[in-house]
Nanobody, 125 residues
Framework: QVQLVESGGGLVQAGGSLRLSCAASGRTFSRYPMGWFRQAPGKERDFVGAISEDGRSTNYADSVKGRFTISRDNAKNTVYLQMNSLKPEDTATYYC??????????????????WGQGTQVTVSS
């Protein structure tokens, strides 16, 4: 069982940056690939990116590639989402999730067993 808590959301102007954090409970955090997803109002939840258990591999949605970076610190049981060059269309609730499949860094939400409660990011134009 893993409990996830996101933080770091807020209001930022277009072109700005934010760093989201996702803190995990438990001693097995390092065994889980971690993903970030987002859901804008009235839209489906979409994949943002994911990182492997050891942090060596990442995968990003085309819409954020080159602007967002996922990293993790297994000693701190935390995964991060650094968001640069933010756009109004990045406005959404952002969720972190732990995958139940070894080394899975894909976009299928059904592969992610544990989810945080989300943190709101609003980008003003």
């Amino acid at each position: 069982q893993v409990q996830l808590v996101e933080s770091g959301g807020g209001l930022v102007q277009a072109g700005g940056s934010l760093r989201l954090s996702c803190a995990a409970s438990g001693r097995t955090f390092s065994r889980y690939p971690m993903g970030w997803f987002r859901q804008a109002p009235g839209k489906e939840r979409d994949f943002v990116g994911a990182i492997s258990e050891d942090g060596r591999s990442t995968n990003y949605a085309d819409s954020v590639k080159g602007r967002f970076t996922i990293s993790r610190d297994n000693a701190k049981n935390t995964v991060y989402l650094q968001m640069n060059s933010l756009k109004p269309e990045d406005t959404a609730t952002y969720y972190c999730a732990a995958a139940g499949l070894t080394y899975y860094i894909g976009s299928s939400q059904s592969r992610y067993n544990y989810w945080g409660q989300g943190t709101q990011v609003t980008v003003s134009s």
